[in-house]
């Protein structure tokens, strides 16, 4: 595999995900990065739409995705994402940061996040 990307990075998402079910209730926001690992070398040359991973559609998926779902735990929700991935572009070694923008813990005001990975090689 070369070394090249697709990086789609702070793709800010409202979504109803969260153990307490004000969290599901409400709804509240979630940022996401994305890093899809494709041979850009054809589009690249052609400057053809169709030779690459369209992430615009991608992220649209997302969006309206993050319209509907209705889990308790970032891990679900990534699972999902990772599964709309998948159903897009296929088999595409793909990571992601999943971040909980602001967590109900008393105290507490940074970030809490999952990191996943499908299909990728090492």
């Known amino acids: 595999m070369n070394g090249d990307r697709i990086v789609v990075r702070g793709l800010r998402l409202w979504a109803h995900v969260g153990v307490l079910e004000q969290e599901r209730q409400r709804g509240q926001w979630f940022e996401l990065d994305l890093e899809l690992a494709v041979d850009l070398a054809l589009a690249g040359a052609s400057d053809r739409l169709d030779d690459t991973l369209d992430y615009s559609r991608l992220i649209g ?7 509907c779902i209705r889990c308790q735990t970032l891990e679900h929700y990534s699972s999902c994402m990772l599964d709309r991935v998948e159903q897009l572009f296929g088999s595409v070694p793909v990571h992601l940061e999943l971040r909980k923008c602001n967590a109900p813990v008393p105290g507490f005001a940074g970030l809490v996040a999952v990191r996943r990975s499908r299909h990728w090689g090492f």
Do not use: E, K, S
């Open 61 to 67: 998926a997302l969006q309206q995705q993050a319209r």
